[in-house]
């Protein structure tokens, strides 16, 4: 019986090493994927580019409005229910951090809603 969280933390990472190769796998299927749903996205969006990552699930979008990052991004959780990162969090702004490490319908739904809420600066 496991008696706090360090156990549990233990087990699950002794299961991943001796399991590392299927994980792996596994995970780079989902990356892989989504970056290429991400990238057909970017490639359809005129308002949003990216210097595409190389195998990480997380990339920095650079896009195009006249409004602040972090003005932007409130705005799309509370009106579309969409989360990103404000570059200006990262000393990058104009842009901000978008995870794609997610179920593809998921993903899909979240850059349509995206898309949406840069239509308002067409």
């Known amino acids: 019986m496991l008696s706090c969280c360090g156990e549990f933390n233990d087990a699950l990472a002794t299961y991943i090493l001796q399991n590392r190769e299927g994980v792996l796998e596994r995970n780079r299927e989902i990356v892989f994927r989504n970056m290429a749903i991400a990238q057909e996205w970017i490639d359809n969006e005129p308002r949003v580019t990216w210097q595409a990552p190389k195998g990480v699930s997380v990339a920095y979008i650079k896009w195009d409005i006249p409004m602040d990052d972090e003005e932007f991004c409130v705005k799309l959780l509370k009106e579309e229910g ?41």
């Open 82 to 122: 969409v989360l990103l990162v404000p570059g200006n969090r990262f000393e990058l702004p104009g842009g901000a951090r978008l995870g794609y490490c997610a179920p593809e319908p998921v993903l899909r739904e979240g850059l349509a809603r995206l898309g949406r809420a840069l239509r308002q600066f067409d």
